[in-house]
């Protein structure tokens, strides 16, 4: 079948303008399929890892969004004291928006000697000894590098808080590229936060190996519960899912989206080989003359649909998978943010998925095309 591809290619540009609104049709649906494909995938890497399991949320009971929530700095240090806690860190939570926003900026202000204890940070350009020094430093990641243009020694503002980049990070989850990490005391210090030297938004805590997490969070909330201030500690996980449970339904919806351009694809495709195969009864009539099986004019007529299928799935899978490195998009709602994925998996789901559906939109042209009689077809205007 190799040797007939010019004859394929031919026919493909014979008609290059149908061709080419054909393969512009397929991109753009397989664009879509691809960024939603993105969003979920991001979702699911979301809780993975050995360090979120043993990760434990202490937050203020009765509150949602973090800016709302104040603890006092000190339960961090009775709770490190506590059996099966390796570490508790308290953390200060800043962002520009605490609704869903695809340009969520999240600031968490941590003492700077934990930092590198419980995040798991690789650091591309700067130096951990400027941003220990230096005030008002912070480690930005590098997808929100990206989306605002973020280079080191940058002066970078968000309201009244206003920080110096002195290093930009990448993570073995991408999720935490879209975070600010900076000084907890100079996050509790800043201009507009009234009473907040002292408290902190929440308490992360890293379990030590055999904790029961579900025994630990019980034995928090009860250690606070006649205090002024209750808490509600929840696994890291089981937090992050709550904080964005209304983005979990709107992407599980667009999962049905997804379907539908693989469903544009097949019918684009689909319609366009028909059409060719149309425009071409006296040739293939013509061709089993020559002495051509009707296989071989089944197979010449599937590979045509499969070329413009594949053609389409490549530009549209490529330029979003480009789009989605460059930008290091991500879509968050109360200060936890979900990473579009950019992974290998991902193209390769694509293009499989182009690659189906470009054979099952060419079965019935070229069973039509291949079992037409030669008679009938040779009078056909």
């Known amino acids: 079948m190799w040797k007939f591809l010019p004859y394929i290619a031919k026919n493909l540009w014979r008609n290059r303008t149908r061709s080419a609104l054909t393969i512009s049709g397929a991109a753009v649906a397989m664009f879509v399929f691809t960024f939603v494909g993105s969003v979920q995938e991001g979702l699911a890497n979301l809780n993975r890892g050995s360090q979120t399991e043993r990760s434990l949320i202490v937050f203020q009971a009765n509150r949602f969004c973090p800016s709302t929530s104040r603890l006092p700095e000190e339960h961090a240090r009775i709770l490190a004291k506590m059996p099966g806690i390796e570490e508790a860190v308290p953390i200060k939570v800043f962002m520009n928006n605490c609704r869903a926003s695809l340009d969520l900026v999240v600031f968490h202000g941590m003492p700077a000697e934990k930092l590198r204890k419980v995040r798991d940070l690789n650091l591309v ?3 951990w000894s400027t941003y220990e020094k230096q005030r008002d430093a912070a480690m930005v990641g590098q997808a929100l590098a990206r989306r605002r243009s973020l280079a080191i020694g940058d002066r970078f503002s968000i309201g009244e808080l206003t920080v110096t980049v002195a290093g930009i990070f990448t993570a073995a989850n991408a ?3 879209s975070f600010i990490y900076t000084h907890l005391e100079f996050l509790q210090r800043m201009r507009g936060m009234k009473n907040s030297v002292g408290t902190v938004t929440q308490i992360e805590i890293l379990l030590a190996e055999g904790t029961d997490a579900k025994a630990m969070c019980r034995s928090i909330d009860e250690k606070f519960r006649t205090g ?3 808490t509600d500690t929840r696994p890291k996980g089981v937090f992050q899912a709550r904080a964005v449970g209304d983005l979990v339904d709107l992407i599980g919806f667009a999962h049905y989206l997804g379907y539908a351009c693989v469903a544009l694809v097949l019918t684009l495709v ?3 080989t028909l059409m060719a195969v149309q425009d071409r009864v006296r040739e293939h009539a013509v061709l089993q003359t020559l002495g051509f099986s009707w296989q071989r004019i089944f197979g010449l007529v599937l590979v045509e649909s499969l070329t413009v299928s594949l053609t389409g799935g490549v530009v549209g899978t490529g330029l979003a998978l480009a789009i989605l490195s460059w930008k290091g998009l991500a ?7 979900i990473a579009f994925s950019t992974s290998p998996l991902l193209a390769v ?3 499989a998925a182009t690659s189906i559906v470009g ?3 060419g079965i019935v042209p070229a069973w039509t095309a291949a079992r037409a009689e030669i008679v009938e077809s ?3 205007i």
């Not at 879509?331 to 943010?337: N, P, Q």
């Open 125 to 127: 350009s700067g130096d």
């Open 175 to 177: 999720a935490d590229e």
């Open 228 to 230: 002024a201030i209750q």
């Open 270 to 272: 689909g319609t366009t």
């Open 331 to 337: 879509v968050g709602s109360e200060g936890v943010t």
């Open 349 to 351: 789901i694509g293009l």
């Open 359 to 361: 054979l099952a939109a």
């Open 378 to 380: 040779l009078r056909s």
